[in-house]
């Protein structure tokens, strides 16, 4: 009686917040609940993490350079067309840099920001595929817990973005990552095509200043949000998670960044999040 009770009010309350929702994405491809994004991002963390490692244990690395490099240079040519229209609909049309809320109206340019953010959700799970990849050809050293954990996490909050504040300054930092993104597949392309193109990546070594200029970017314009007087952004919860998720990974950058250029020490080779990985 008493999981009852509970299940009850569980459901009344997910009724009740889901009431304040973006009505213009009702039927959108996975926009109905946080659930089937919930259940996808649980498989992957099954699969790579124990179904996918159990099922390599006793065969031969498969041979990806072909759909590798297919995919790499197809995410590139996504964030390019991510890029121009998250630049199109806000970005270099009109934004302030500062308190941009969001605009639920359905104006031509406001339809075609919420599109932009649905598709750079729909992206993430794209990107699940980096890991897949990494278990296929048994590199699992690679999948380390910060790489799932970036992974996992950046589809499922993006569930809540889009249904609930798809526009405003909660997008700037999807517009850099795509901007980042562009750079960053475009040299894991590159790698991917062998050996011989190895010499057209000469600029390896400023991939890391790359991502961390982009991380103090993202925690120095959400963090304008608590200086700011009157800024009536509607989710701030919203503006929290993104300067958290930025910290987090800035953190991470300037010690990696201290290791391997500060203290001397060796350069270690990096994975698409940045994590060190070794080969």
Known sequence: MALSNLTSKAV???DEWIKDADPRVEGWPLMSSPFPTTIIVGTYIYFVTSLGPKLMENKKPFELRQIMAFYNFSVVTLSIYMTYEFLMSGWATGYSFRCDIVDYSRSPTALRMLRVCWLYYFSKFIELLDTVFFILRKKNSQVTFLHVFHHSIMPWTWWFGVKF??????????LLNSIVHVIMYTYYGICS????YHKYLWWKKHMTTIQLVQFIMVTGHIGQIYVMEDCQYQYPIFMFIIW????????LFLHFWYHAYTKGQRLPKMTRNGIRKDQ
Request: no cysteine.
């Open 12 to 14: 009344l309350l997910y």
């Open 165 to 174: 504040a798809a526009g405003g300054l909660g997008t700037f930092h999807a």
């Open 193 to 196: 095509l062998g050996p011989a």
């Open 244 to 251: 958290l998720y930025g910290s987090l990974f800035l953190v």
